[in-house]
């Protein structure tokens, strides 16, 4: 089974920088996507930023510029590096996977049917 586990949430003022990794574990689907979602109280989950295992990459227009992620197939490991952080930033951020066999990605939480727990990312002005 499947499972994603996320680390580096935490609290910052506004400026900061926050580093994100999430670890999967039994994952090992070919031509595939992981990638971040976040929510904020009272508010949808909306794509933050994807990558295909070919290196590919999305990002929601929010983050361009100040967010980056990575991967490392090796270690079935994606990173989100968060930089300029704003308070608008202020969500749980989650960890998500695809299944195999995908030519593209895109930021639609549907396209991915594993999830993490979560990890909150707090940002004060």
């Known amino acids: 089974q499947v499972q994603l586990v996320e680390s580096g949430g935490g609290s910052v003022q506004a400026g900061g920088s926050l580093r994100l990794s999430c670890a999967a574990s039994?994952?090992?689907?070919?031509?595939?996507?992981m990638g971040w979602f976040r929510q904020a109280p009272g508010k949808e989950r909306e794509g933050v930023a994807v990558i295909h295992s070919t290196g590919s990459t999305l990002y929601a227009d929010s983050v361009k510029g100040r967010f980056t992620i990575s991967q490392d197939n090796e270690k079935n490991t994606v990173y989100l590096q968060m930089n300029n952080l704003k308070p608008e930033d202020t969500a749980m951020y989650y960890c998500?996977?695809?299944?195999?066999?995908?030519?593209?990605?895109?930021?639609?939480?549907?396209?991915?049917?594993?999830w993490g727990q979560g990890t909150q990312v707090t940002v004060s002005s």
């Open positions: 039994s994952y090992t689907y070919d031509r595939r996507g």
């Open positions: 998500a996977a695809t299944n195999g066999g995908r030519r593209t990605i895109r930021l639609m939480a549907p396209d991915f049917p594993f």
